[in-house]
């Protein structure tokens, strides 16, 4: 199916932009801190009302610049070595939905101040395409 086109009804990009309009009520990304399995599960909701066959993911994000104090309430015994607990700095556990294989994150940009080049507030494509995002657990919720 083609997630641009459909007939009669909504895209995909069109309900992504409907449920963040008026789901994230901020002016900056670090209010999405947080809030990326509420917003996922959302937009879910409102995609399998559209007729899509959505699922929420649990994954991790991949980071350039990792903040220097997400890990300071981290216990090291979580990690086998201090080496996997650097590793896991750069790749932080992370929600979002996926459709047809294809990626549609609301809250990605709450990681701009970690990337090299920030992204958009609404990231939709495949992850071929877009090689931060690494799923550990489908259909989490």
């Known amino acids: 199916m083609n997630w641009y086109k459909t007939s009669g ?10 449920v963040r309009s008026n789901l994230i009520k901020c002016y900056d990304d670090e209010c999405l801190r947080s ?7 959302q937009l879910k909701t409102e995609l399998v009302k559209n007729g899509y066959d959505a699922i929420v993911v ?3 994000f991949r980071v350039d610049n990792p903040d220097p104090t997400a890990s300071d309430d ?28 294809m990626i549609v994150d609301l809250t990605a940009n709450q990681f701009n101040d970690e990337l090299s080049e920030p992204v958009s507030p609404i990231e939709i494509g495949s992850y071929a395409d877009l090689e931060r995002y690494t799923p550990i657990h489908r259909d989490w919720i």
Not at 9 to 18: D, F, G, N
């Open 58 to 60: 649990q994954g991790v």
């Open 35 to 41: 809030l990326c399995l509420p917003v996922s599960r």
């Open 9 to 18: 009804r909504k895209t995909i990009p069109q309900i992504a932009q409907y």
């Open 74 to 101: 981290w216990d090291p015994s979580d990690f086998e070595n201090e080496e996997e607990m650097e590793s896991a700095k750069y790749t932080p556990l992370h929600y979002w939905v996926e459709v047809n294989n």
